[in-house]
């Protein structure tokens, strides 16, 4: 498995006349979070792109706990349970930095393409390298 915790703090554009966190923003908050846990291990997404593969997302779940509110610190944990054969799992989990409450869960589902937008298996290099942060 990999792990990857990305601390934020939720401003002011990220909620509704309520004060809570738009619901699609969390959206937003996984790409940041899955971003960073991929430049975190060497795979960034203009690497994949100079090697001919692209990432598109094909599936996207949230479920909502406790809306997160202006002003305060949160961690969106993302993992990788599962090495990839054509497609790349995400798990998401947002907690309150504070308390560690969960405040919402979600996944994204990638699937590997070439540039032209057909489906691939997952590059050997990718795979490869995953493998190694799985000890594998």
Not at 8 to 23: A, T
Request: contains cysteine.
């Amino acid at each position: 498995m990999i792990k990857y915790a990305y601390p934020m703090k939720v401003f002011y554009k990220d909620v509704d006349q309520m004060g809570i966190v738009y619901y699609s923003r969390y959206l937003e908050f996984f790409e940041a979070a899955r971003t960073e846990m991929l430049s975190s291990i060497g795979l960034d997404y203009n690497k994949v792109e100079e090697n001919g593969a692209m990432l598109p997302v094909i599936e996207a779940h949230t479920e909502y706990k406790k809306g997160a509110t202006f002003g305060q610190e949160i961690c969106v944990i993302t993992t990788i349970t599962e090495l990839p054969k054509v497609k790349m799992t995400f798990h998401y989990k947002v907690t309150s930095t504070d308390s560690g409450e969960i405040l919402m869960t979600g996944h994204t589902i990638h699937a590997f393409t070439n540039l032209n937008g057909k489906p691939i298996k997952t590059p050997k290099y990718i795979r490869d390298l995953l493998a190694n942060h799985f000890n594998i």
